[in-house]
């Protein structure tokens, strides 16, 4: 399985990846909560999903990209702010944050906000709660190291393809890789294989191929 940046184009998707439609669900309080699966696409051993924002078949691409000269060049260089995230540390818990990444699923508000719940990780339920709270961050933004063993908290995820919507605010978010499917750029580099990253699929993103919230701006 892997998915290939396309210069100005579509990510074209190989090895029969599934392809989920997922909607982020808010609880009786209006905090982000739980993800419900919507569809589950036919399997396809390959398919082109939209990056430029404007196909009409929408997740995937009708070839609307080169009428509107879509200048989708990857700007993501290295991926410097892997290694330099912002540390918050907590009594049993160590959160780190690569704000970069930041997609707005807005998983993170609930019972105080998960930078908060990390340094009252001592106490069950926040730890319990930010741990929730990570595993459900789509991007990766947020990781959770457990103190005391010194392993990273992430969640066990299918590896799969999840187009995010999120109709409480009408906000059609981003891709998300699941399962450390390996992404590919236009020039045959693969970026840092990761368990949970988002794909930007609105075309405006100043970080491409990855969202970086610019779907919630525009």
């Given at each position: 399985?892997?998915?290939?940046?396309?210069?100005?184009?579509?990510?074209?998707?190989?090895?029969?990846?599934?392809?989920?439609?997922?909607?982020?669900?808010?609880?009786?309080?209006?905090?982000?909560?739980?993800?419900?699966?919507?569809?589950?696409?036919?399997?396809?051993?390959?398919?082109?999903?939209?990056?430029?924002?404007?196909?009409?078949?929408?997740?995937?691409?009708?070839?609307?990209?080169?009428?509107?000269?879509?200048?989708?060049?990857?700007?993501?260089?290295?991926?410097?702010?892997?290694?330099?995230?912002?540390?918050?540390?907590?009594?049993?818990?160590?959160?780190?944050?690569?704000?970069?990444?930041?997609v707005h699923a807005r998983f993170c508000m609930r019972a105080g906000a998960i930078?908060?719940?990390?340094?009252?990780?001592?106490?069950?339920?926040?730890?319990?709660?930010?741990?929730?709270?990570?595993?459900?961050?789509?991007?990766?933004?947020?990781?959770?190291?457990?103190?005391?063993?010194?392993?990273?908290?992430?969640?066990?995820?299918?590896?799969?393809?999840?187009?995010?919507?999120?109709?409480?605010?009408?906000?059609?978010?981003?891709?998300?890789?699941?399962?450390?499917?390996?992404?590919?750029?236009?020039?045959?580099?693969?970026?840092?294989?990761?368990?949970?990253?988002?794909?930007?699929?609105?075309?405006?993103?100043?970080?491409?191929?990855?969202?970086?919230?610019?779907?919630?701006?525009?």
């Amino acid at each position: 399985m892997k998915i290939i940046v396309s210069k100005n184009g579509p990510y074209l998707v190989e090895g029969g990846v599934p392809l989920i439609w997922e909607e982020i669900c808010n609880d009786d309080e209006g905090y982000c909560r739980k993800w419900k699966e919507v569809t589950r696409y036919p399997i396809e051993e390959k398919y082109a999903l939209c990056r430029c924002g404007h196909s009409m078949n929408k997740p995937f691409c009708d070839g609307t990209h080169e009428k509107i000269q879509f200048n989708g060049t990857e700007t993501a260089g290295n991926e410097s702010y892997l290694r330099h995230p912002k540390v918050v540390e907590g009594k049993t818990l160590k959160l780190e944050d690569v704000e970069n990444l930041c997609v707005h699923a807005r998983f993170c508000m609930r019972a105080g906000a998960i930078w908060n719940l990390t340094r009252q990780s001592d106490i069950p339920e926040a730890r319990e709660t930010a741990i929730e709270e990570a595993c459900n961050c789509p991007s990766g933004r947020l990781v959770l190291h457990d103190k005391g063993n010194g392993q990273v908290i992430e969640p066990e995820l299918e590896k799969s393809i999840v187009v995010i919507e999120y109709p409480v605010r009408n906000e059609h978010g981003p891709l998300w890789v699941r399962g450390g499917i390996p992404v590919v750029s236009g020039d045959g580099k693969s970026y840092t294989v990761r368990n949970r990253v988002t794909l930007c699929r609105c075309g405006k993103s100043g970080n491409k191929p990855f969202c970086d919230g610019s779907h919630v701006e525009h």
